[in-house]
């Protein structure tokens, strides 16, 4: 049995970034039982991939996701999805890491990759706009600060956006992001005890970035 059995997630940091609609019912099924083994949520998508596709992403608390991680997870959750039948449809489900240009939903996911370049879409308009590209430099309880690389159609350079306006943020890949993943990882899976060149699992729901 995995060893992610052993480490229960008691009290799991609420994620800003929520779900809504056929995709929050399948959270609140699915999160609470992801906790108790050790696992965090980070995304629910259902999309019309392959006919019906729900898209679970998760990680372990140290941030690594291995295939045998992703494997343990979908055995975990398809019999309790089967019992509180979320979707009146048939559905492939499908497990996978964050990926590296990983969505952003908790408060720390932003202080982790701080330096590091995002894209966030708002709920609102904040600041005359509802999209917003620039690096992370600077985070609050309740904003987060990006800094563009150069202003646009007139655009101020620094945006403070609130965040529970956030409804959507993730990295932009980039060599530096690469190499700070690669090497975060590396420390994670060292920490496990795992052999470093063990197998990564890329992020499926990247297709539609």
């Keep these: 049995m995995s060893d992610a059995y052993l480490a229960p997630i008691e009290n799991d940091e609420q994620r800003i970034v929520r779900e809504t609609g056929v995709d929050a019912r399948v959270a609140a099924i699915i999160e609470p039982v992801l906790n108790s083994a050790g696992f ?23 941030g690594t996701m291995t295939v045998e991680d992703c494997e343990a997870v979908s055995r975990m959750i398809s019999p309790l999805l089967d019992v ?6 048939a559905y492939h489900l499908e497990v996978s890491s964050p990926g590296i240009d990983r969505p952003l939903v908790r408060l720390s996911d932003f202080a982790k990759w701080r330096g590091h370049v995002a894209k966030i879409e708002t709920s609102v308009i904040v600041e005359g706009r509802k999209r917003f590209r620039g690096t ?40 530096d992001l690469i190499r700070a993943a690669l090497k975060a990882d590396k420390a994670a899976r060292q920490a496990r005890g795992l052999e470093t060149e063990d197998e990564d699992v890329a992020s499926d729901g990247d297709a539609d970035a």
């Excluded at 965090?40 to 140290?62: C, F």
């Design 40 to 62: 965090k949520l980070v995304r629910v998508r259902l999309s019309g991939m392959n006919g019906l596709t729900l898209q679970v992403m998760a990680e372990r608390a140290d």
């Design 84 to 89: 509180e039948d979320p979707i009146d449809r």
């Design 136 to 175: 992370i430099t600077g985070l609050t309880q309740n904003a987060v600060t990006v800094e563009a690389d150069k202003a646009k159609h007139g655009e101020p350079m620094v945006a403070e956006i609130p965040l529970d306006t956030i409804a959507d943020a993730r990295l932009i890949l980039t060599d």
